[in-house]
């Protein structure tokens, strides 16, 4: 008995990172036509009177050191993507600016003493932190 399998190759390309069908278009279906209402999808957002969406809020870490397990080797502070980690003059790592910090932990995978820990930064509620 003999199987056969068909398969169907459709024509993608890649656009931002999306995968997406490619599309012909004919030029009379791409030209509005005259005295016919636009649809809504082609209708400005200017026109819509629509707001610009919200940015995300920007998730934050904090970088921290366990400085009796750092041998100063200085594997942190060469891959960090961001340079958010440099060294001082004793050649142990610090942090210059935490805000920076992508949270791509590529320093705390790569730290052979386990000398470094990334965590999500937690946001402060008022001045006294809940405090009494």
Not at 22 to 41: E, M, R, T, Y
Not at 56 to 64: A, G, M
Not at 88 to 112: F, L, M, Q, S, W
Request: positive net charge.
């Amino acid at each position: 008995m003999r199987c056969s399998v068909s398969v169907f190759y459709l024509p993608l390309t890649l656009f931002e990172g999306k995968m997406e069908k490619k599309v012909s278009a004919s030029p009379k279906a791409s030209a509005p036509q005259k005295g016919a209402k636009a649809k809504k999808s082609e209708v400005p957002a200017k026109e819509t009177g629509s707001v610009a969406p919200k940015e995300k809020k920007r998730i934050l870490y904090s970088v921290k050191f366990f400085y009796e397990w750092c041998k100063s080797c200085g594997l942190c502070s060469a891959l960090c993507p961001k340079q958010v980690i440099s060294t001082d003059e004793t050649g142990k790592p610090r942090v210059e600016n935490p805000d920076a910090c992508i949270g791509c932990r590529i320093c705390e995978i790569h730290c052979p003493d386990f000398a470094i820990t990334v965590k999500k930064r937690k946001d402060t509620r008022r001045s006294t932190d809940g405090k009494r």
